[in-house]
């Protein structure tokens, strides 16, 4: 059974850190690219970033320089340290593995945690 379990969510102060883990299980962890994506009330749910099996990772452009997606293969865990935190990055933040085997993209996703920036 494909399991991502994320966690480390709460609230934070403007400026605060929070560090996100998904751990995952059902599945070859180190063949999947592992991504980050939030979706805050009333949006579309977007990328933060994504690391694939080989560790290459990929940022949108308002999470550069703040955020860090990283894994350990070892713990079948993916990590999303967040710095700087501004209002704006309130939202749900899901957890995703993805990978494409001739042609067809298999997709598992978390049940999501909660991140609020708020004073």
């Known amino acids: 059974q494909v399991q991502l379990v994320e966690s480390g969510g709460g609230l934070v102060q403007p400026g605060g850190s929070l560090r996100l883990s998904c751990l995952a299980s059902g599945f070859t962890f180190s063949r999947y690219e592992m991504s980050w994506y939030r979706q805050a009330p009333g949006k579309e749910r977007e990328l933060v970033a994504a690391i694939t099996s080989g560790g290459s990772t990929n940022y949108a452009d308002s999470m550069k320089g703040r955020f860090t997606i990283s894994r350990d293969n070892a713990k079948n865990t993916v990590y999303l340290q967040m710095n700087s935190l501004k209002p704006e990055d309130t939202a749900v933040y899901y957890c995703?593995?993805?990978?494409?085997?001739?042609?067809?993209?298999?997709?598992?996703w978390g049940q999501g945690t909660q991140v609020t920036v708020a004073s």
């Open positions: 995703n593995a993805r990978r494409s085997i001739l042609g067809h993209t298999i997709d598992y």
